[in-house]
Each structure stands twice: as structure tokens, then as C-alpha cells.
């Protein structure tokens, strides 16, 4: 990014998750029959760190899944459809639950629409909810969360960058331009 500022930082970050998990508790009237799904990478973070958050609230743990949406991907080339089986997820059972995905960032809504795909080849969720630490906008399916750290208005020569203590170097959440006009 040749230009970029931080929108959150950790604070700001924990604090919207904290929100998030209260409103996750709150909408479904507890936290029974959820399952939390992260989509690869950083939103296997996320929704560890809610789910802890939801078992303090709560008592009581929520099981957590990660996804990796690879091969359900309508937007990468030559994708190898064979993987479909083998892609995916650590043995959660879906089928009847309320299935809550995670991610850092939403954009197109492609990758959202890609794990929904892989959710529905393994059972059928009671229902799906999406829960994103940032709406940049500019979706190009009919898409939209259920639960949202913050509401970024972008450019689309704009880029947003999400940083995880667990793989990055701290908890930041960075816009910047990515080099197009502004
Ligand atoms: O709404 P979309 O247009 O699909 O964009 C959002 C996706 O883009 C980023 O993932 P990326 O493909 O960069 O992978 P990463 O999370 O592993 O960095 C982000 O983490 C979301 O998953
Ligand atoms: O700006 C963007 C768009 C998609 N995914 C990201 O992580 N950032």
C-alpha cells in the first residue's frame, strides 16, 4: 500500500468484538445450538476470540470450525473442482445448526458466497448468519452481515489490511491505497 492509516487498533478492535459477542448472545437468545465457522485466515481468529468471549457471557463453550473456501471459489481460474470433498472444515456437524461465519473483511461478498457453498455440501444449517470485522462495501452479490465491527466506506482503490496478534505482528486494522487512482 503506498499510502495507509490505522482505522482500529487493538483496543478498538477487542472492543467491537466484545459488542459483537454480546449481540450474537443477544439475536439468537443464548447461544444454544451455534456453531461458529472462521473462513481462512484471519477469521478463524475472530471467531475464537468471540467465541471465548460468548463462553464467559454465557457459560458454556461454543464449538468452533475453520473453513478454507479454496475450491469453492467462483473467481479463481482453473480451480480444481476434485478438492471439493477434501476441502474444508475440522469434523463440525452443520446439519440443523446455527451456523455463524467469520471473517475479517467483506468486500465482493465472493468469499462469503463460496463458504456458504461449502456449508450447504455438508448438511443442512438451521440458518447462517455472518458476522465481519469490516464492511468496506462494494458488494457484488446480494450479501450483507449480520454482525459488523465497522462500517468502512471505501474507494475501490482503496485496500484494507486486518493484522491478527496470532499471525501478524499486532491487532490492527490499516486503510491504505493500493496504487490506483484515489
Ligand atoms: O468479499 P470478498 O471480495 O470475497 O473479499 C473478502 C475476503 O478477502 C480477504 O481474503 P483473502 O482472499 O485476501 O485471503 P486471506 O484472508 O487469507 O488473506 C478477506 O480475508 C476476505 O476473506
Ligand atoms: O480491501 C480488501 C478487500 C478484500 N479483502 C481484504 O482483506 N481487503
Not at 449481540?23 to 451455534?34: F, H, L, Q, S
Not at 451456523?99 to 465472493?110: A, E, M, S
Not at 462469503?112 to 455472518?130: E, F, N, T
Request: glycine share 8%; aromatic share 4%; charged share 30%.
Amino acid at each position: 500500500m503506498s499510502k495507509s492509516h490505522v482505522i482500529m487498533d487493538d483496543a478498538a478492535i477487542r472492543r467491537a468484538l466484545t459488542r459483537i459477542a454480546h449481540e450474537i448472545v443477544e439475536r439468537n437468545k443464548g447461544i444454544k445450538d451455534c456453531i461458529f465457522i472462521g473462513i481462512r485466515t484471519r477469521g478463524i481468529y475472530l471467531a475464537q476470540r468471540i467465541a471465548e468471549k460468548v463462553s464467559q457471557i454465557e457459560g458454556i463453550e461454543v464449538p468452533v470450525g475453520e473453513l478454507d473456501v479454496t475450491s469453492f471459489r467462483d473467481d479463481i481460474a482453473g480451480k480444481d473442482q476434485s478438492g471439493k470433498e477434501k476441502n474444508g472444515f475440522n469434523d463440525l456437524n452443520v446439519h440443523e445448526k446455527k451456523v455463524i461465519l467469520f471473517d475479517d473483511v467483506l468486500y465482493t461478498g465472493r468469499t462469503v458466497r463460496a463458504a456458504m457453498d461449502a456449508l450447504v455440501s455438508k448438511g443442512r444449517p438451521q440458518m447462517i448468519q455472518l458476522a465481519v470485522l469490516i464492511d468496506r462495501g462494494h458488494r457484488e452479490l446480494p450479501i450483507r452481515a449480520d454482525y459488523v465491527g465497522k462500517n468502512v466506506p471505501t474507494s475501490k482503490y482503496e485496500e484494507i489490511e486486518v493484522t491478527l496478534e496470532e499471525i501478524d505482528d499486532a491487532d490492527q486494522v490499516v486503510i491504505g491505497t493500493n496504487g490506483g487512482q484515489e
